[in-house]
């Protein structure tokens, strides 16, 4: 019996410490909803766009929460800035015993609406923090799958292996590698034509 009223206090610790972290809103949607998600897209979406991070809205993400009553709050989408064209400049980060190291970087983004493509080089990489990814790569770079929400772009590979994140800041565009111990930053200004 006293085993079973351990239980009963834990069940009810957590129960009142998960209740502080939902709105008196946040209920009332829940209650009123028989389930979490709306659909698979629904689910899908959320598990896309983690909390505090940039949201990335394809244009049949709003078809889908208009088509499926979505419900939750309304995350906005920012027109995207239009990046496609030729970016030269330099990458910075560390080099072998911690010394600072740069070298060229150019980037060639394509993009329509919110998502594109490019391709991006950081040269001369090797012994350096920069991504294995890009030492493999070389000269040759990487191709990436863009999608920019705003002034800022997610940069991700096919494989998986490595992201950047830009931002354009007035005419340049400043990049960094997330989740590296090491910071490596990437700036670029567009060439013209």
């Not at 709105?23 to 389930?35: E, F, G, K, L």
């Not at 949201?55 to 939750?72: F, H, N, S, T």
């Not at 060229?104 to 991006?120: C, E, F, N």
Request: hydrophobic residues 40%; charged residues 20%.
């Amino acid at each position: 019996m006293e085993q079973l009223r351990w239980w009963l206090l834990l069940l009810s610790a957590v129960m009142f410490s998960m209740s502080g972290c939902a709105s008196r809103q946040d209920w009332a949607a829940w209650y009123a909803h028989p389930t979490h998600f709306a659909s698979g897209d629904h689910l899908g979406f959320s598990a896309r766009n983690e909390a505090g991070s940039v949201p990335l809205i394809r244009e049949d993400d709003v078809d889908d929460a208009q088509a499926q009553a979505w419900w939750g709050q309304t995350v906005p989408s920012t027109p995207p800035a239009d990046l496609s064209g030729r970016w030269e400049g330099t990458w910075t980060g560390a080099g072998i015993f911690d010394g600072s190291r740069s070298s060229v970087a150019s980037a060639t983004l394509r993009q329509k609406g919110h998502y594109g493509v490019a391709h991006v080089v950081l040269a001369d990489a090797v012994g350096t923090s920069v991504p294995w990814a890009f030492r493999r790569a070389g000269a040759s770079g990487l191709r990436f799958h863009v999608a920019v929400n705003g002034t800022e772009a997610h940069l991700r590979d096919p494989y998986g292996e490595v992201g950047l994140v830009f931002r354009l800041v007035g005419d340049r565009l400043i990049g960094i590698v997330p989740d590296r111990p090491e910071t490596v930053v990437i700036t670029l200004s567009r060439r013209p034509g």
